[in-house]
Structures are given as structure tokens and as C-alpha cells.
């Protein structure tokens, strides 16, 4: 009954403020989202990097440390991007998800992926192929959710576990959705995830990727969306402020995955012109602008939307989306 009743408050439309780590410091994305409270944003989000994308942006305070503190310092729900197997052992992230999950029931969720090089090359191990990062994610998905059924863990195969048992577990077990950009795993990760996490893109794109859930198994499974936009007074400042802190995040995936230093997404940002980036994020002063590329989110079947501003102007976008975007689109 318990998860039955989770489930039920899931599929309620939320539109979400999402806390980009590489980009503000812990205590400022901790004041942010104390705004985007009060400004009638109801979930929250967060990323979860050891590196920035670049040194423009040039933060990366350690999530899970700041989970414990948004959780406690508001009553949103949230939920991080995760990729177990390489810089984090699955036994220990099934630790901290239990823990989160058991402090604040109902309100944690969890979306993994197999990662970018950017974050996981720096244990010194080998960087797998697409495909063996795969089989290890899946490996991780499994162990976790054996551990939070209380299960006696022990695993040989990408990733290894001895004996391992994990004692504090929350009566209702977080959701593992599963993050996917491209069709191809989207569909995949219909056949084993809670529900999809993927990010904003061309609606045609987009909607390759929501058919490719559904039919790898995801039929009626929720639905989260990071919606990446830049919003200010002016058109011209919201594309700048696009272009500086985001340019070098437009590249295709299999790109972006195997980078490792932020110099190096630094360097292919510079071949990126402010006006190349609007394929990826949108951009724009208007709010009502705004309001209708969300309402076509909502329309292809994404219950939550996470609002990642991506210039640095937060405090305004907070205030002005709270009074003229959010009741647009949360009282319909």
C-alpha cells in the first residue's frame, strides 16, 4: 500500500528547480532552492560531478552532502544523476540513497546513467566502451535494489561485493529512474528503470527518445525531463549568458562522455557561436515563450519538468518564473 500511494502522488504535474553543482557554489544552490520554494516551484533536482564542464563554471561541491541539507532545509521532493560502478561502489550509493529515503520518505528519487569520463576517470581505472558501462550500470541497478530488500549481496562481475548487507532501509524504496539522451537507451532502460530521466531537445528528437521508452517496456511509467533554458530581462543577455556558462554542453553525447578534463570542453566550446546553441536550450526573454515550450513537454507525457537556468541569473528567474510561468502551468 505504502508504495502504491507514492506512486499516485508521482504522477502529479511538478515542475522542478534544478541545482547545477558546477555552477554555484553548495551554499548558494542552498539559498536558491529556499526561493524557488517560496516562488511555488514544488520538487527539486541537483547534479552530481566531481569536475565542471568547464573552468568558466568552475564549482563542484559534493551532492549527497548537500542532498541531506536542501531536503532538510524545505519540504520538495528531489532527485540527483547519479552513475554508480566506477567513482562510487553501488553498496555505498544504496547506502546513501537508503539513508535519504529513511530521513525524508517519499521525497528521494534517483536517476542513474553510465557516466562521463569528465567525472569517473579520475579512480585511475580504464574508461569502458558504451556498452560495458552498460552491463556494469545494470549490474549496479541490481545490487541496490537487492540491498534495499534486505538481500545478503555478494557479486562478481564489472563491479564486485563481499557479503554485503545494508541495515537502515527505508520502508518505501526510492525510485531509480533511468537517464538516457539517445533513443537507443532509452529503450534499454525501459525494460529495468522505475520510470525515464532525459534532458530537453528538439521536440522531434524528444520524441524519439519518450517512443523508444515505451516501447522497451516504459508504457506508463513516469516521465522526468531536465528542461535546459535561459531566461532574462533581454534576449541578448539570455543568449549570452547561455553561451558562456553552457556552449560547450551542445555537443552530441558520445562526445560528451568521453572527454576528461574541463580544459577540453573548454576548447570545443570556442567553435560554438551563441546562435548554434539554441537547438539544445531555450532561449528567451518572454515568459509566455517559455510557458508554450513547457506546455509541449507536458503534452508528450512528462509529468515532472526540472528548470535548469543555465546563465547565472537565478534570483530573477526564480521570482519572475514563480509569478508568471509555474501558475500557468501548475493550475491548469
Known amino acids: 500500500m505504502p508504495t502504491k500511494i507514492f506512486l499516485l502522488k508521482y504522477v502529479m504535474i511538478k515542475i522542478g528547480y534544478h541545482s547545477s553543482h558546477e555552477q554555484f557554489k553548495p551554499s548558494t544552490l542552498l539559498r536558491n532552492v529556499r526561493l524557488a520554494q517560496q516562488a511555488g516551484f514544488?520538487?527539486?533536482?541537483?547534479?552530481?560531478?566531481?569536475?565542471?564542464?568547464?573552468?568558466?563554471?568552475?564549482?563542484?561541491?559534493?551532492?549527497?552532502s548537500w542532498l541531506g541539507a536542501a531536503l532538510q532545509a524545505t519540504n520538495l521532493s528531489f532527485g540527483v544523476v547519479n552513475a554508480p560502478g566506477q567513482r562510487y561502489h553501488p553498496a555505498i550509493i544504496a547506502q546513501a540513497a537508503a539513508t535519504l529515503a529513511e530521513l525524508f520518505p517519499e521525497r528521494f528519487w534517483i536517476a542513474v546513467?553510465?557516466?562521463?569520463?569528465?567525472?569517473?576517470?579520475?579512480?585511475?581505472?580504464?574508461?569502458?566502451?558504451?556498452?560495458?558501462?552498460?552491463?556494469?550500470?545494470?549490474?549496479?541497478?541490481?545490487?541496490?535494489?537487492?540491498?534495499?530488500?534486505?538481500?545478503?549481496?555478494t557479486h562478481k562481475g564489472l563491479v564486485t561485493v563481499e557479503d554485503a548487507i545494508l541495515f537502515t532501509r527505508p520502508t518505501v524504496k526510492p525510485l531509480i529512474f533511468g537517464a538516457a539522451v539517445t533513443a537507443k537507451t532509452a529503450e534499454w532502460v525501459g525494460s529495468w528503470a522505475d520510470g525515464l530521466l532525459t534532458i530537453s531537445q528538439?521536440?522531434?528528437?524528444?520524441?524519439?527518445?519518450?517512443?523508444?521508452?515505451?516501447?522497451?517496456?516504459?508504457?506508463?511509467?513516469p516521465m522526468n525531463l531536465?528542461?535546459?533554458?535561459?531566461?532574462?530581462?533581454?534576449?541578448?543577455?539570455?543568449?549570452?549568458?547561455?553561451?558562456q556558462q553552457w556552449r560547450s554542453n551542445v555537443?552530441?553525447?558520445?562526445?560528451?562522455?568521453?572527454?576528461?578534463?574541463?580544459?577540453?570542453?573548454?576548447?570545443?566550446?570556442?567553435?560554438?557561436?551563441?546562435?548554434?546553441?539554441?537547438?539544445?536550450?531555450?532561449i528567451s526573454s518572454d515568459p509566455a515563450r517559455h510557458i508554450a515550450w513547457l506546455q509541449t513537454y507536458l503534452d508528450i507525457g512528462f509529468e515532472q519538468l526540472y528548470l535548469h537556468n543555465v546563465n547565472l541569473e537565478h534570483e530573477r528567474f526564480i521570482d519572475v518564473f514563480g509569478e508568471r510561468v509555474l501558475p500557468a502551468l501548475l493550475t491548469k
Open 251 to 282: 555537443f552530441p553525447n558520445n562526445a560528451l562522455t568521453e572527454l576528461r578534463m574541463p580544459e577540453q570542453f573548454e576548447a570545443i566550446g570556442q567553435m560554438v557561436k551563441p546562435d548554434e546553441i539554441t537547438n539544445m536550450v531555450n
Open 42 to 64: 514544488t520538487a527539486g533536482s541537483c547534479s552530481d560531478h566531481f569536475h565542471p564542464w568547464s573552468n568558466t563554471q568552475g564549482e563542484s561541491g559534493f551532492a549527497w
Open 113 to 153: 546513467g553510465s557516466g562521463q569520463a569528465l567525472n569517473e576517470h579520475i579512480t585511475g581505472d580504464k574508461w569502458p566502451s558504451k556498452a560495458d558501462r552498460n552491463v556494469r550500470l545494470k549490474e549496479c541497478v541490481d545490487i541496490m535494489r537487492a540491498l534495499w530488500n534486505g538481500e545478503t549481496v
Open 226 to 243: 531536465k528542461v535546459q533554458l535561459s531566461y532574462a530581462d533581454t534576449e541578448e543577455t539570455a543568449l549570452q549568458g547561455a553561451h
Open 202 to 221: 528538439p521536440r522531434e528528437k524528444l520524441q524519439e527518445v519518450v517512443d523508444a521508452f515505451r516501447r522497451g517496456g516504459g508504457e506508463g511509467k
